[in-house]
T-cell receptor, first 111, second 117 residues
Framework: AQSVTQPDIHITVSEGASLELRCNYS??????LFWYVQSPGQGLQLLLK??????LVQGIKGFEAEFKRSQSSFNLRKPSVHWSDAAEYFC?????????FGAGTRLTVKP | IAGITQAPTSQILAAGRRMTLRCTQD?????MYWYRQDLGLGLRLIHY???????GKGEVPDGYSVSRANTDDFPLTLASAVPSQTSVYFC????????????????FGDGTRLSIL
């Protein structure tokens, strides 16, 4: 079955530190991949997407993600985290008329 | 500002009552979706509509119904609410290719927090 897995339920980083959120997918073919961010009381907002081509994708708010076919991964990164980045992050994959979301990773930013 | 509007923002409902969650978009997207979000489970698709006049079942459709009379509106109805339907409900829309769920990013509303007692 198609699935997207986010292994980390909760991550805490210090402000200014680097960040990497993990996402693994299980699909028969390479899916379209997305990262969304959800602030409290709000809906999901798209950070970036990967369809094909360059495996390093730039998104909004200084985020980037790298598609690695050999590892079935699409990890989200940011070089220096800001306190406003505290939120819930969701990875999603699309293939064959089906969109699957990961369970989410909650990011806490320490001062 | 273009986007998706959901109403109500929150609701407390007695079990057995009927409830309709409203969703309106002004982006003229063909496809619309209803998800429920539960802790540790992420988002699960309840129903979808590929285009006005058509609807389909998602991953967790039981106990819910939808209609799509026009492009802009996609209401979700709980005919007889049960406590397990306590959740946060999100409406979304998108365009793109696909006979069921479209392949383009989805735009989300701010959600309806529903508590069934």
């Amino acid at each position: 079955a198609q699935s997207v897995t986010q292994p980390d339920i909760h991550i805490t980083v210090s402000e200014g530190a680097s960040l990497e959120l993990r996402c693994n997918y299980s699909y028969g073919a390479t899916p379209y991949l997305f990262w969304y961010v959800q602030s409290p009381g709000q809906g999901l907002q798209l950070l970036l997407k990967y369809f094909s081509g360059d495996t390093l994708v730039q998104g909004i708010k200084g985020f980037e993600a790298e598609f690695k076919r050999s590892q079935s991964s699409f990890n989200l990164r940011k070089p220096s985290v800001h306190w406003s980045d505290a939120a819930e992050y969701f990875c999603a994959g699309y293939n064959n008329n089906d969109m699957r979301f990961g369970a989410g990773t909650r990011l806490t930013v320490k001062p | 500002i273009a986007g998706i509007t959901q109403a109500p923002t929150s609701q407390i409902l007695a079990a057995g009552r009927r409830m309709t969650l409203r969703c309106t978009q002004d982006m003229r997207h063909n496809a619309m979706y209803w998800y429920r979000q539960d802790l540790g489970l992420g988002l699960r698709l309840i129903h979808y509509s590929n285009t006005a006049g058509t609807t389909g079942k998602g991953e967790v459709p039981d106990g819910y119904s939808v209609s799509r009379a026009n492009t802009d509106d996609f209401p979700l109805t709980l005919a007889s609410a049960v406590p397990s339907q306590t959740s946060v409900y999100f409406c979304a829309s998108s365009d793109g290719q696909g006979a069921k769920v479209k392949n383009q990013p989805q735009h989300f509303g701010d959600g309806t927090r529903l508590s069934i007692l």
